[in-house]
């Protein structure tokens, strides 16, 4: 049975076609790009950090200093899966992040949320970004439901993320991409402090 919905945002029947480093790399890349007005930031790929329960692989760290040298630690997960992420990854993040004494952290998946991850990384501040093609950004108005290439002429990225908010039971989509970082700007300014 197959419960994913083609007009979804955070549950898609078909995930972006990318190999796991590019993938990785445009995330470094839109990452390095939304911090680099912040104060001594820094982001890289496929961190090691100790923990209580032993090691982690982080697919990317971001950190950057407020109130004159306090560190904020950022953890980035990459998910390429075929199905929805779950509950479960948001709640191994959520370890992860306590043990190695991160502040922050950021899913992002190639393939969707399920409705309970949305709602466990909403209550607990974890960012959720669907992975897309650029091109499914584009959008037409028809009477019928038509999948139209957008016109040559149009310069889409090649990738693009949907950062998924969910409260007030309702679930809230915003583009991000190269030209539009502002929402992520927001959310990694929310609850650290930073004006």
């Given at each position: 049975m197959n419960n994913r919905n083609s007009d979804s945002p955070w549950n898609p029947v078909n995930s972006v076609q990318v190999t796991p480093k590019e993938y990785e790399m445009q995330v470094v890349e839109w990452i390095s790009q939304f911090g680099s007005d912040l104060n001594g930031f820094r982001?890289?790929?496929l961190v090691q950090l100790p923990g209580t329960g032993g090691e982690y692989e982080i697919d990317a760290v971001a950190e950057f200093s407020i109130f004159q040298g306090a560190r904020i630690v950022v953890l980035v997960e990459c998910k390429r899966y075929n199905r929805p992420v779950e509950r479960e990854v948001v709640l191994s993040l959520i370890s992860k992040l306590r043990d190695v004494g991160a502040?922050?952290?950021?899913i992002f998946s190639t393939s969707g949320f399920q409705r309970g991850a949305l709602e466990y990384a909403a209550a607990k501040g974890i960012a959720t970004i669907t992975f897309i093609d650029g091109k499914s950004t584009y959008n037409t108005r028809s009477r019928f439901q038509l999948s139209v290439e957008p016109p040559p002429w149009?310069?889409?990225?090649?990738?693009?993320?949907?950062?998924l908010?969910?409260?007030d039971n309702r679930l809230y989509s915003s583009l991000i991409g190269k030209e539009?970082?502002?929402?992520?700007q927001a959310w990694?300014?929310?609850?650290?402090g930073i004006t």
């Open positions: 982001v890289e790929h502040h922050k952290a950021i149009i310069n889409f990225p090649k990738y693009s993320g949907l950062f908010s969910y409260h539009s970082l502002d929402i992520l990694l300014q929310r609850d650290t």
